[in-house]
């Protein structure tokens, strides 16, 4: 702390822990609120998708004129990292498409010799893949996939795209607790 209630933030880690996908949209001069001597409360999955009502009330303020604000729970913490490496490989709008990526796990993910596969975290290996178009509406939906790879063939894309792209592809690791996870995404450039 500089002088009283300025604070310089150097040296911050983002993106730990599954957190890559709030790292955008920071600035400088951005407020930030200092937690101290916070705890964590768990909660039973049959409370995620409930309304919490809350007030925030700085120093000073009273609970009374405070805004009510409303939480609906998530169970963020329960949901799969997105996953990593998200390659396409092949000619777009002229062939099939192989579309593979990585795993990521929440719980236990060090690889103590670097090799390997990181645990399942999860009841079972699923994932989720959609397609879009350049203005993200929904083209196809593949679920139910049980591994880290799918081949989106040239009739696909033909039919997803009959008047070629752009477009984009999302991935997506499944909980059975809380549904899908952060996403994924790469973009698909069609040859002019």
Not at 2 to 7: C, H, I, M, N
Not at 41 to 70: F, K, M, W
Not at 129 to 146: E, M, P, Q
Not at 148 to 155: D, E, S, V
């Amino acid at each position: 702390m500089l002088q009283s209630g300025v604070y310089t933030l150097t040296h911050l880690l983002r993106g730990r822990r599954g957190t890559e996908v709030f790292t955008g949209g920071h600035a400088a001069g951005d407020l930030f609120v200092l937690l101290d001597g916070v705890s964590r409360r768990g909660l039973p999955l049959s409370r995620i998708g409930a309304s919490l009502h809350h007030r925030l009330v700085g120093r000073g303020g009273e609970l009374r004129d405070a805004a009510t604000n409303v939480a609906t729970l998530v169970g963020r913490d329960l949901m799969p990292y997105a996953v990593a490496h998200l390659t396409l490989a092949g000619e777009v709008g002229g062939g099939d498409i192989d579309v593979s990526w990585v795993r990521r796990t929440r719980v236990g993910g060090v690889l103590l010799d670097g090799t390997g596969d990181v645990p399942l975290s999860e009841d079972e290996e699923r994932y989720e893949l959609v397609v879009y178009d350049g203005a993200d509406n929904l083209l196809r939906t593949v679920t139910d996939l049980s591994a880290p790879a799918f081949t989106y063939t040239a009739a696909m894309q033909a039919e997803d795209f009959p008047s070629g792209g752009p477009g984009r592809i999302a991935v997506w690791q499944i909980s059975a607790q809380v549904g899908r996870g952060f996403e994924a995404s790469a973009d698909l450039a069609f040859a002019p």
